[in-house]
Each structure stands twice: as C-alpha cells, then as structure tokens.
C-alpha cells in the first residue's frame, strides 16, 4: 500500500521524515535546500537528497496598455533594465545558500532544446551601470531623493507573487536589492485563496514571478493564443499578454516541422525575438528537492521533461 499525505507546511513534513514517520517527500514538499535534512542525514546516512531541474521561474511583465502601471514597463528598454537590475546571484546566496541555477534565457540548459542557445541569445546579466543606461534613453533618471523618476513620476513597481514560502522570501530580498538601486519596488503576496483564480494571475500591473514547467511548455506559453482575456475566461499563461507576430509565426513552424535540427533552428530564433523584446526574464531553474529515506531503493534523477516517480512500480522498500 501507499500512502499519500498532502501538506503545505514544509516544516511539517521534515519533521515526518527525521523522525521515520514519511519516508519520500516530492513536488516542493520540503525546502529547494533543506539544510537541516541534508547536515542530519549527511552524518546518519538515513536518506538521500537530490535536486531535480523542474521549474523555470521568471518575472513577468504586464503589457496591456490598459492595466501598466507604471507605464515605463510597456518600453523594451525599461524592461531590459530591469533585468540587468536584478541581482539574481545575491537573491540565491540570501535564500538558496548560493545553490540555484540562474536562469539566463526561458530554457534550461539541461533540457532537450538547450543545444538552441548561442552568443546569437542576448542574456542580460547583472549590470546596474547597464541598466542605468537604459533607463536614461528612455527617459528616466534618478531625482534628488535617489528614486528613478520618470515623466509620470516615480517608478514604484508593484512585485506580485503567490503564497510559496520560498518565493516570499525571494521578493522581499529582491525589493530590497532594487530599491537599493534607486527602483522603488514593492512586494505583493496574492492570497492563498486566490492563486488559482486566472482573472487574477492575469491583470498585475507591473510585474508578476511566475514558475512554470520546463521543456516545449516554456516556448507555447509566449504565443499570442495563449493570452487570457475576459472574452476567453481568463484562459491562457502567457499572462503579461505579450504578442509577436514573428514570434507566432516562428512558433506555428516549430509546431508543424518533424526534423529535430529544423525544430532547433526555429527555438534559437524564438529565443532571439523573445531576448530583444524581453516580455519577461528568467530568474532560476529551480530544482524539486526530492528526500528519501535510506530503505528506498529505486528513485533516480531523471531529464527535466520527466517526473522521478514515473517507475515507482520498480522502487523497494526493505
């Protein structure tokens, strides 16, 4: 028999495996670095712990004339420099123990289109002369009170994230490396309750940390047709409502070419319309943490399309 508990206190379920109570914690059960497990069981030998690539998470911006705010956002460069204003090694180093995998472009390295990405993928490293530039062409610069300000004011963007522990923790720690930058941003946790609500997720007004899956996943979800709106119920991910038209165009090929080398050539190309335009920024390939305790046998790491327990008829237990 198996049985499954569910639990959104990760404290919870470390303390079931410590005492022998569960014996296999998955799907962001515990902590991406569970330090306490790792230095008990690193002594013991009671179990192992591995990191799975399972999740693409970036930041997100808002496109809708209607709903930016500030509107600065709706400008390339804006958005570019927001991305070279993010201190992505400093954010893990203050959450993960220095552990996550920075995220450069929407795919993973270790994924099975990885091969797609070249020096023809611009990447936008932390680099706040850069981003100072960048702001300043599009004409914002810093006022007396060290704030960027632009023609409407100063830019305050609103940072939105749902209500994973880890994911707080990170935008604060972010918002704080901003505004020490002179961008005023400001964190806001959705609810619980309403982190599944699309019309939600879909209408932020700036900027939003999305996590999604990775593999073809993160090239579908940047078409046009997956744009949510009131008229299709709020159905879609690409939630910033980015549209490109050589984007689409690139993305229809892709989806209707069988030859492997063809379909590589046409991901590089997306990657090089999504890098110039910048609707969104990576932040980390964060891994699922998956524990086991010592008497499993079985579970292995697995390419990041896969899930670990796709053979769990195979696993032992003794």
Request: glycine letters at 8%; aromatic letters at 8%; a negative charge.
């Amino acid at each position: 028999r198996l049985q499954l508990r569910f639990s959104d206190d990760q404290n919870v379920v470390l303390a079931n495996l410590l005492a022998g109570e569960a014996h296999v914690a998955m799907d962001s059960a515990i902590p991406q670095v569970p330090e306490a497990l790792m230095q008990q069981w690193s002594s013991t030998g009671a179990g192992t712990i591995f990191s799975s690539p399972s999740q693409l998470q970036y930041m997100g911006f808002q496109l809708r004339p209607e709903m930016a705010n500030p509107r600065a956002v709706l400008d390339p460069r804006v958005r570019k420099a927001f991305a070279h204003a993010v201190d992505k090694q400093a954010i893990s180093d203050a959450i993960y123990g220095g552990q996550a995998v920075l995220s450069d472009t929407p795919v993973c390295p270790c994924s099975e289109w990885g091969a797609a990405m070249d020096a023809s993928v611009t990447r936008y490293p932390y680099d706040p002369r850069a981003a100072d530039g960048l702001l300043n062409q599009a004409g914002i610069s810093k006022g007396p009170d060290g704030f960027y300000r632009g023609p409407d004011g100063r830019i305050s963007p609103d940072m939105a994230i749902t209500e994973d522990p880890d994911s707080v923790r990170q935008i604060v720690v972010m918002a704080d490396l901003l505004r020490g930058l002179g961008l005023d941003a400001q964190q806001r946790v959705i609810p619980r309750a309403l982190a599944q609500d699309a019309e939600t997720r879909a209408t932020f007004p700036a900027l939003q940390l999305i996590g999604v899956g990775l593999g073809e996943i993160v090239l579908q979800i940047n078409g046009s047709s997956e744009i949510p709106s009131a008229a299709n119920h709020w159905v879609g991910f690409n939630r910033g409502a980015w549209a490109s038209p050589e984007y689409d165009r690139l993305l229809g090929l892709f989806n209707t070419t069988l030859e492997r080398r063809d379909r590589l050539e046409l991901v590089r190309q997306m990657l090089r319309v999504y890098s110039e335009e910048t609707p969104s920024f990576g932040m980390f390939f964060r891994g699922q943490a998956f524990a086991f305790i010592s008497a499993v046998k079985g579970p292995t790491l697995v390419a990041p399309e896969a899930n670990i327990p796709w053979n769990i008829y195979a696993w032992e237990f003794n």
